[in-house]
Nanobody, 130 residues
Framework: LQLVESGGGVVQPGGSLRLSCVVSGFTVDRMDRYAYAWFRQAPGNEREGISCISSSNGVKTYVDSVKGRFTISRDDAKSMVHLEMNNLKPEDTGVYYC?????????????????????WGQGTQVTVSS
């Protein structure tokens, strides 16, 4: 699979951004059979999973640091995944990556784990600064 993110930028604290991810390259399985997640990597830190949306039932999970502020969604007809980010904080700064699960019919856990996602986009930079 190929994934391409967009929508990053520079925003003031309290502002909003909407990240998008276009998914392509399906051969046997369709987009709706995979789970998708957003990860971020702050300077000097490891890449961390922040949100996931499952395949079959669309169950969404968020880590505590973004819960109530970020919303993940998927549009299988358009082969897209989105991350709506509101009330952004300086600590949200980092490179944001979209990822697809290695397995079809994958159910998201409380925190997306790197080992479960094998297809990645190139990342989009989000900077929250006044």
């Amino acid at each position: 699979l190929q994934l391409v993110e967009s929508g990053g930028g520079v925003v003031q604290p309290g502002g909003s951004l909407r990240l998008s991810c276009v998914v392509s390259g399906f051969t046997v399985d369709r987009m709706d059979r995979y789970a998708y997640a957003w990860f971020r990597q702050a300077p000097g830190n490891e890449r961390e999973g922040i949100s996931c949306i499952s395949s079959s039932n669309g169950v969404k999970t968020y880590v505590d640091s973004v819960k109530g502020r970020f919303t993940i969604s998927r549009d299988d007809a358009k082969s897209m995944v989105h991350l709506e980010m509101n009330n952004l904080k300086p600590e949200d700064t980092g490179v944001y990556y979209c990822a697809a699960s290695d397995w079809t019919m994958f159910m998201c856990g409380p925190r997306p784990m790197l080992v479960d996602f094998g297809s990645w986009g190139q990342g989009t930079q989000v900077t929250v600064s006044s």
